[in-house]
Structure formats: C-alpha cells, structure tokens
C-alpha cells in the first residue's frame, strides 16, 4: 500500500525566504501525489497534483514541487514565504488501488 | 456541480453506545469514498475506502465499520464506542487520480 512520509511536523522561515516541505512516498508503482494546504479552521485546499508527465509542477500561490521517482520524493517548495503561507500543509499520495492516504503535515510558520 | 454532505455536525455519545455517521455524494457516479479521521499531530489517518458499492477496505480499527449500500452513500458505524473514538471524522470522494473533496466533517466526543 502507499504510504506517505512527511519530514518535520514543524517549519519556521523568515518572510521572503525559501520555502521548503519534504514528502517521500513508498510505492512500487508510480502514485498520484498530491500537496493540500489547511488554514486555520478551514478545510484541505489542494495547492498542487501530480499524476504523470513533467516533475516540476507549479501550483497556486507560487509553491511548485519537483517530483523525483529515484528519490520517491515529491518535496514542496516556494521561493519567497509570505506571512499569508503560514498554515499546515499535507503530502498525499494514491495507488492504484485509489487508497488515498496523507502525511502527518508540517505546521509552516513565518516570521516577520 | 458535485456537492459531499456529511452529518450530523457534532455529536456526542457515551461509552459503549452505537454510532452512525452518514456521508452523501451529489453530482457523479461510481466515485472513490474515504472515512478519515483526523488528529492533531497525525494528520488524516485513513480508516475506510471504497472504489464500488459493497467494497470496503479497512485500515486500522477495530470496532469501526463501514458500509457503502448506495453508490454515493458511505456510513462509519460503531457497535460500542470506546473513549479513544472521540475526534474529528471526514468523508471524502474523488475519482481516480484526481483531486480529494471533503465534507464539512463530525466532531464526535465520547463521554
């Protein structure tokens, strides 16, 4: 079954400053792989999906991750952090069998 | 438009007691429906999924089940809730490499 591991529950950046989120997936056949964002007290909102084609996908609010199959990595990054990306963020993956299941989340906190 | 309704809203229930949380898809056919529960620090912990009616896969529980009778109808029940069971309840669809929908979510504590 798929599994998907997120790295760190919790990542502090300065505003302006690189944004990175790791995610590693374990399959033996290619996943969906997905990035959701959760704003306080709101639901999962999907920032980004890969299925197949390119590996550097580009999703909302300048956040893009760059899907590595020899690492089984899919990690999340966005160049400049702004005071609005503060929020947890959710890896997801889904097999073939459409088990879909979620990372721990990562809490990203940005400081001014 | 596809819409996913999910209730009751809260819900809280003694030890022991029976539980039934009903999840509706409006919208499509044949989806991919999901029970998750979620927790602080673990994010959405998968407990049930079905790719057709009357296929259920389990995860984890124990004394959870699930039943999918309709084709967009999927119920989380529970014969006897334990303490442990309290916590944040989502039923989700989606199709086959696609994007996940949520429902509102069940807040449910056991007392």
């Known amino acids: 079954a798929q599994s998907v591991t997120q790295l760190g529950s919790h990542v502090s950046v300065s505003e302006g400053a690189l944004v990175l989120l790791r995610c590693n997936y374990s399959?033996?056949?290619?996943?969906?792989l997905f990035w959701y964002v959760q704003y306080p007290n709101q639901g999962l909102q999907l920032l980004l999906k890969y299925t197949t084609g390119a590996t550097l996908v580009k999703g909302i609010n300048g956040f893009e991750a760059e899907f590595k199959k020899s690492e089984a990595s899919c990690h999340l990054t966005n160049p400049s952090a702004h005071m609005s990306d503060a929020a947890e963020y959710f890896c997801a993956g889904s097999g073939l069998n459409n088990d879909m299941r979620f990372g721990a989340g990562t809490r990203l906190t940005v400081k001014p | 438009s596809q819409t996913i309704h999910q209730w009751p809203a809260t819900l809280v229930q003694p030890v022991g007691s029976p539980l039934s949380l009903e999840c509706t898809v409006e919208?499509?056919?044949?989806?991919?429906l999901y029970w998750y529960r979620q927790a602080a620090g673990r994010g959405l912990q998968l407990l049930f999924y079905s790719v057709g009616i009357g296929q259920i896969s389990s995860e984890v529980p124990q004394n959870l089940s699930a039943s999918r009778p309709q084709d967009r109808q999927f119920i989380l029940s529970s014969k006897k809730l334990l303490l442990s069971d309290s916590g944040f309840y989502l039923c989700?669809?989606?199709?086959?490499?696609?994007?996940?929908?949520f429902g509102e979510g069940s807040w449910l504590t056991v007392v």
């Open positions: 919208g499509t056919s044949n989806p991919n």
């Open positions: 989700a669809w989606s199709v086959t490499g696609n994007t996940i929908y």
């Open positions: 399959s033996s056949v290619p996943p969906y």
